[in-house]
């Protein structure tokens, strides 16, 4: 499963880009906000800043919510680097924004899923990416885990080459519980990415070993 960092803040990304495990990153309007990044220039800015300091696909979503301006918008983010993908909501036009970057070889995010329909017709608008917001599914007590199943089935089913991008991803069981249905990539904070090295059997563990082996230099 790829690790994909779900910010925008430039140190958070490149702790994660130093541990060597990060495949790359996903932003959004509130995200970017966050770090007080406002205004196209500075937007653009940030994300090339963010595509100096990663490898991996960096998704930049679009404002505009009709095809002429999230296809002007989009094909402006995708010439910005090779590594953006264009991250375009899941509504009418933008089903055919996915189809349209889709045809001329532009990478694809479709954002804002929350049901199996919603998946299967991003994969045929030829999305490379679909995002279910696994976190914000779980906030309304709805099961987000149980959409990334549904969706895996439907994809192996007819083979869709779209991939399964878990967002909205909190903590690291929604990170385990991705893996286990098998989501091909999950995007979270990197607060839920290290959580993964914690056991307290590991502290302890460690610390016996460290005084066992000051013993013997003690000798
Ligand atoms: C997806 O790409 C979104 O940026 C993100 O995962 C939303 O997460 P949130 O529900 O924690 O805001």
Redesign the pocket.
């Known amino acids: 499963m790829k690790f994909f960092i ?1 910010t925008a803040n430039l140190e958070h990304i490149r702790e994660a880009q130093d541990l060597g495990i990060l495949d790359g990153v ?3 309007p ?2 970017m906000a966050k770090e007080g990044i406002f205004g196209k220039d500075q937007v653009l800015r940030h994300y090339k800043a963010i595509c100096d300091i990663v490898d991996g696909d960096v ?1 930049a979503e679009v404002i505009a919510t009709d095809l002429a301006g999230m296809i002007r918008e989009g094909e402006e983010l995708a010439e910005l680097d090779e590594k953006i993908v264009v ?1 375009i909501p899941m509504i009418k036009d933008g089903i055919k924004a996915l189809k349209y970057f889709s045809d001329r070889g532009i990478k694809t ?1 479709c ?1 804002l899923v929350f049901s199996a329909g919603q998946a299967l017709l991003a994969a045929k608008a030829g999305a490379t990416y679909v ?1 279910p ?1 696994v ?2 599914l779980d906030d309304i007590s709805f099961d987000g885990i149980e959409l990334i199943e549904q969706i895996r089935l439907i994809y192996d089913n007819y083979e869709f080459d779209t991939q399964i ?1 878990a ?4 903590h690291s069981m929604h990170i385990i519980k991705c893996a286990e249905a098998g989501s091909d990539v999950m ?3 990197l607060s839920a990415i290290l959580a993964l090295l914690k056991h307290p059997l590991t502290d302890s563990g460690l610390a016996t070993f460290l005084a066992d082996h000051a013993k013997g230099t003690q000798k």
């Open positions: 779900d996903t932003t959004n509130s995200l998704s991250k995010n954002t995002s917001f976190g914000r991008l967002a909205s991803v909190r995007t979270g904070p």
